[in-house]
């Protein structure tokens, strides 16, 4: 079991505003009020505007990033430790699993306390392991329409799955103040989950505070459906100020419990090694401030990182060559004291086929040989190449790096490119240009017309291009429809487009939410390609009994070539993250699972005041 946020295709992110550009440099300015060099401030951008900062209605990376600093799960991951290590959080250890898996222990410290709020009535409001059970029961109650639903719905929580049937239908509230048996508070601080399966890896969600962070009732019931701009949580930051799709501010949370930097370094990166002794022990979070500025095109961040004014870059593709060629720091950054960091992520960049949609879908010969026929005709050399600029690896299957049972030998035919491949197929199962027109038709007579889905981003558009020159080159017509983000996400959840692409980024080291995207139980959820095949189901639901291990490994794979062989999803790449860093940030590297990482890192005021 995984969690995981989904993101826009190839570079992750999408626009939806634009800045109007007399320069760059301006445009940069005015997203980035200038602040006193002396403060510790930590200051960085996001590419996407975000959604809203309630842990259980969002599920997008950049509104998730604001969560993790404002709500606290029960574990965390060490900031630096690789491959990932969980720690306790507000548990006060690790999670206890009874022999069987099938029930889960968690003891939480005392004096942990929320930010201040008017509904707790001008008193220290302390976190218990009630607020946990109601936190959790949200992700079930209908009324908030959680996308993260599928991430527990099937781990089979006694009497969960139930609730939430009874109010769906007799169309009443959710009743929180209902005991069930697989989730209950035993005492003040003792937190209790039970399962009809096993779950092995149950664990490893709660270190993600989207959507296991923990939320006030009374905070919830004041607000009611404007919850999402009235955060308050237990963690290291509070929101001072947020001027939607433009500017966040977090300050630190003065109700934040006494919590001292660990980490540990990897053994090769001495650099590192040096930051966290000059950290360590040091009261969290170590800075005062974070500024997020939302620039969503990326010359103007760009410019605005070479100017000092942000700490920290997520380097856009189309400055790689400029900045970073072959993923080697180019000479004028290093002489500036620049660092580069390179990380394999566990995302997944996919294009999905809606299986019940007329023209691409179903499970008969002709229409598996005509998804087959489209991904054989794809480059992903080509791809990762030109749109990713080397910065990316070819995808085989759901294994995604730094997660369980990942192996790069591991092929498959999903990533396979071979055109004649793809004519012969396609003349074999009678998509043929029967009037001479160069397009093919369908095996009727009838038109035969692609239409992938889009975001109007400068991104998708290099990826349509690439889409437009293979399906041309084995006589298949496309066309794209575009429009925003959000939009499309609606209808691609309401079932309404033939084709898509994006991306997702898994939250633990497990593929578990790759190979989720098959499961006919979470179609309108993960399922985006509404694949319906009772062999994957069963093998799906097998893997995630099953403790880690050959067995699971084995039963992973045979999923994999179910899905290759049915195609219902296209698999592209996993990203390469390129860093680049400030020579005045100390401690900072990009974790693979977790977003929480501004709290453990600091600024050198002077030297960045001296730059």
Do not use: C
Request: glycine fraction near 6%.
């Amino acid at each position: 079991m995984s969690s995981s946020r989904r993101a826009p295709p190839v570079e992750f992110r999408h626009g939806r505003r634009r800045f109007l550009l007399g320069s760059a440099a301006a445009a940069a300015a005015e997203a980035l009020p200038a602040r006193a060099a002396s403060e510790r401030t930590l200051r960085v951008a996001f590419p996407v505007a975000e959604s809203g900062f309630d842990p259980v209605q969002s599920q997008d990376l950049y509104s998730g990033t604001i969560i993790e600093h404002l709500f606290d799960a029960p574990l965390r991951y060490d900031p630096l430790a690789r491959p990932a290590l969980l720690r306790p959080n507000t548990a006060a250890a690790l999670p206890e699993y009874s022999p069987d898996y099938r029930t889960l222990t968690i003891r939480l410290r005392p004096g942990i306390y929320f930010a201040d709020h008017p509904a707790f009535g001008g008193r220290p409001r302390e976190l218990t392991a009630h607020d946990y059970v109601y936190s959790w029961k949200r992700i079930f109650d209908p009324r908030w329409k959680s996308q993260n639903l599928h991430l527990v719905e099937g781990a089979g929580i006694l009497g969960l799955n139930e609730l939430r049937a009874a109010a769906l239908r007799d169309k009443r509230p959710f009743d929180y103040d209902v005991e069930i048996d697989g989730l209950r508070a035993l005492d003040r601080y003792t937190l209790q989950l039970r399962f009809a399966d096993p779950q092995p890896r149950f664990h490893q969600l709660l270190a993600a505070a989207q959507p296991f962070g923990a939320v006030a009732r009374e905070v919830v019931e004041a607000h009611g459906e404007a919850i999402a701009a009235h955060p308050v949580g237990t963690g290291p930051f509070r929101l001072a100020h947020w001027r939607r799709s433009s500017r966040i501010v977090l300050e630190r949370n003065p109700r934040f419990r006494p919590l001292l930097y660990e980490a540990q370094p990897p053994a090769e990166d001495a650099q590192l090694a040096a930051e966290v002794r000059r950290l360590y022990g040091r009261r969290l979070p170590l800075v005062e401030r974070v500024e997020v500025s939302i620039i969503e095109e990326a010359q103007p961040r760009w410019l605005a990182f070479l100017q000092g004014e942000l700490d920290l870059l997520a380097l856009p593709g189309e400055f790689q060559d400029i900045a970073a060629p072959g993923g080697r720091l180019a000479p004028f950054l290093a002489r500036r004291g620049v660092r580069l960091q390179r990380t394999p992520l566990p995302d997944l960049a996919l294009t999905y086929f809606n299986l019940d949609h007329p023209m691409v879908g179903g499970y008969t010969p002709e229409r598996v040989a005509l998804r087959r026929a489209v991904a054989l005709a794809f480059d992903e050399d080509e791809y990762v190449r030109l749109n990713h600029k080397g910065q990316a690896i070819v995808a085989q299957s759901p294994f995604v790096p730094n997660t369980y049972g990942y192996d790069p030998a591991f092929v498959t035919p999903i990533s396979a490119f071979d055109r004649a491949a793809a004519r012969a197929l396609l003349d074999v199962y009678g998509y043929l240009d029967r009037d001479g027109d160069g397009w093919r038709e369908q095996p009727d007579g009838s038109p035969l017309a692609l239409e992938i889905a889009a975001t109007p981003s400068q991104s998708d558009r290099r990826n349509n291009e690439l889409w437009k020159r293979y399906l041309t080159a084995i006589g298949v017509r496309v066309s794209f429809r575009i429009a925003p983000w959000p939009e499309l996400l609606k209808q691609s959840l309401a079932g309404k487009l033939m084709m898509w692409s994006f991306g997702w980024q898994a939250a633990q080291p497990d593929p578990d939410v790759y190979f989720g995207f098959g499961y006919s139980g979470n179609i309108e959820q993960t399922n985006d390609a509404r694949f319906r095949l009772p062999a994957y189901d069963r093998l799906y639901e097998r893997s995630r009994r099953l403790p880690d291990g050959p067995e699971r490994l084995a039963v992973l794979r045979e999923a994999a070539r179910l899905l290759a062989a049915y195609m219902p999803y296209k698999f592209h790449v996993h990203r390469i993250a390129n860093d680049l860093v400030q020579p005045w940030v100390i401690g900072y590297s990009r974790h693979p699972f977790t977003q929480r990482r501004w709290d453990t890192i600091d600024i050198d005021v002077a030297r960045r005041a001296s730059a």
